[in-house]
């Protein structure tokens, strides 16, 4: 079974640049979650999409960035425009259900780098 | 004050030690807890949940005490194959929002 794939793998941008990141979850997973780790800070949450519908969006910084799921099955992450704090390691993971028995997957991530 | 503490390390250890990571918790209504795994450069791994009565897998013991919100995570027979950063995840709420812990990290010597 494929796991969670996100893409592209790297990216840089100037400041003021558009990005958009993608992630696939692992099939037949409802839930996804994008996550953000800026260097030396915590793995942070953005938000959490139910199917295709956002769950949960507390995390999301501000209205630079934009989640659609749309048809419940891949998400992107856009951000516009790109500003220097928005360097840092987005992953994206899928669980199966929500509950603490169902583990969340996590993808490799995607280092976006703002220059 | 963070919703998750962690001791960032590293934590230099030879192999075969036995090593011992904490975490406090700050949300008393939390309520699932784990330990993920990350490599270098790598996606976090669930490592394992924590339950209230502790559990045990393999080396791996962890711990969990509400009353002092902290829960704990043992290493017995340290490996090379161990060195990595422990995160500590803590859920709370009905959607599996969780938090991390910044994470430690291990190194283990031969």
């Known amino acids: 079974e494929a796991g969670v794939t996100q893409f592209p793998s790297h990216s840089v941008i100037e400041k003021g640049q558009t990005v958009t990141l993608r992630c696939d979850p692992i099939?037949?997973?409802?839930?996804l979650y994008w996550y953000r780790r800026v260097m030396g800070k915590e793995i942070k949450f953005l938000l959490h999409f139910v199917k295709e519908s956002k769950q949960d969006e507390s995390g999301m910084p501000n209205n630079r960035f934009l989640a659609e799921r749309t048809g419940g099955t891949y998400s992107t992450l856009k951000v516009q425009p790109a500003e220097l704090e928005d360097s840092g390691v987005y992953f994206c993971a899928s669980s199966q259900d929500v509950g603490s028995a169902y583990e969340q997957y996590f993808g490799p991530g995607t280092r976006l780098t703002v220059t | 004050r963070k919703e998750v503490e962690q001791d960032p390390g590293p934590f230099n250890v030879p192999e075969g030690a036995t090593v011992a990571f904490n975490c406090t918790y700050s949300n008393s209504a939390s309520q699932s807890f784990f330990w993920y795994r990350q490599d270098c450069r790598k996606e976090p791994k669930l490592l394992m949940s924590?339950?209230?009565s502790g559990n045990e897998d393999g080396r791996f013991t962890a711990q969990l005490n509400r009353a002092s919100q902290y829960i704990s995570l043992l290493i017995r027979d340290s490996k090379l194959s161990d060195s990595a950063t422990y995160l500590c995840?803590?859920?709370?709420?009905?959607?599996?929002?969780?938090?991390f812990g910044i994470g430690t990290k291990l190194q283990v010597i031969p």
């Open positions: 099939s037949g997973h409802d839930n």
């Open positions: 924590v339950y209230s």
């Open positions: 995840v803590v859920r709370s709420g009905g959607y599996q929002k969780v938090t």
